[in-house]
Each structure stands twice: as C-alpha cells, then as structure tokens.
Nanobody
Framework: QVQLVESGGGLVQPGGSLRLSCTASGRTFGAYTMAWFRQVPGGEREFVAVANSFHGPTYTESVKGRFTLSRDSAKNSVYLQMTNLKPEDTAIYYC??????????????WGQGTQVTVSA
C-alpha cells in the first residue's frame, strides 16, 4: 500500500522560509504526477504546485517566484521550498500523487497534511 508522509511545517515569521517534504512508501512514484495543495479552515483544497517526469513545475500565481517544487527520485520524495512567506500562506499543506491535474478531486492518494503558520 502506497503512503505519502509530509513533514517540515511549522510557525514562521513573515518573510521567513520553510521546506516541506513528502516521502512515498510502498511504491516508487516516478511515473506519477506529484502536487502540493493547501487548505484553510472552511475552505476548499487549493492548488499550489505540480510536476511530473514530462513537465517542469507549474505554480499557482500567488506563489510564483517564492515557492519551488523539486523531486528526488532516489529518495522517492518531493519537496516544496517556500520563501518570503506571507500570512496568507497559512494553511495545512498536502502532497498528492495522481494524474496530471490542477484539481484536487482528480487525486486519490494524499498525505496527512502539515500545518504552516505564518505570523509575527
């Protein structure tokens, strides 16, 4: 059974940085599209970034130039480097594996989520 496990969230001041990690166990995900989404209480799961073996990373407009998605196939992991964080980036961040899509409903494999809080 494939599982995704996120780590790296926490509390950071505005302008700070965090690096989220997502590691898959049970199966290699080399052929999967890997994506990051985020969700605030009462809100829908929002697309943040996505990449696969055929296409480079694509980002939602609000994080372009600040977030970087990368993959390490040898470690079966995907990362989200977040810099110049803003209070509006506060959310639970989830990694997901599935077909190429910007829609959360198209992904069937999810991690448990990691909280990111940006506050002074």
């Amino acid at each position: 059974q494939v599982q995704l496990v996120e780590s790296g969230g926490g509390l950071v001041q505005p302008g700070g940085s965090l690096r989220l990690s997502c590691t898959a166990s049970g199966r290699t995900f080399g052929a999967y599209t890997m994506a990051w989404f985020r969700q605030v209480p009462g809100g829908e799961r929002e697309f943040v970034a996505v990449a696969n073996s055929f296409h480079g990373p694509t980002y939602t407009e609000s994080v372009k130039g600040r977030f970087t998605l990368s993959r390490d196939s040898a470690k079966n992991s995907v990362y989200l480097q977040m810099t110049n964080l803003k209070p509006e980036d506060t959310a639970i961040y989830y990694c997901a594996a599935g077909p190429p899509s910007f829609s959360a409903t198209d992904y069937s494999l999810w991690g448990q989520g990691t909280q990111v809080t940006v506050s002074a």
